[in-house]
């Protein structure tokens, strides 16, 4: 027997001691969301594991390239057919649509990301 298994075979016996359900789940968590016990560092304040946290904010990011380019669009509809710019200017107007695309991104991905994380309902096909 070497030096490095000899604690491991001692506590490898069984103490007597009735394996009680608290002690077997006490440094884990239901995540509230999908239902599955978790690590308690791995979920957060509003009891969401990592997947769940993942998840929404894949949700979010996807809605949130979808109303960006709506936005854009709508920008770029309005600098062309109300703004009219010329031909000097038109570099302006193209970062402006970008800027309207990439801040109306970010802006709408942090409020998905809200809406997605104050929604109660589970994912479908979650055990919860
Ligand atoms: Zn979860």
């Known amino acids: 027997m070497s030096l490095t298994e000899w604690p491991a075979r001692r506590f490898d016996r069984d103490d ?4 009680g359900i608290r002690d077997s789940i ?3 968590i239901q995540c509230s969301r999908c239902g599955e016990l978790r690590d308690r560092s791995d979920v957060d304040r509003l009891l969401w594991c990592v997947g769940c946290r ?3 904010r894949l949700i979010a990011a996807r809605r949130a390239r979808i109303a960006a380019t709506v936005l854009a669009a709508i920008v770029a509809g ?3 057919g109300i703004i009219r710019p010329t031909d000097v200017v038109i570099g302006g107007w ?3 649509v970008i800027a309207a695309y990439w801040i109306g991104g970010r802006l709408a991905r942090e409020i998905f990301y809200g809406i997605e994380r104050s929604n109660r309902k589970r994912y479908p ?3 919860g």
């Open 54 to 56: 993942a998840r929404a």
């Open 16 to 19: 007597g001691r009735p394996m």
């Open 94 to 96: 193209i970062a402006t």
């Open 125 to 127: 096909g979650s055990t």
């Open 78 to 80: 309005y600098i062309w």
């Open 26 to 28: 006490a440094d884990e």
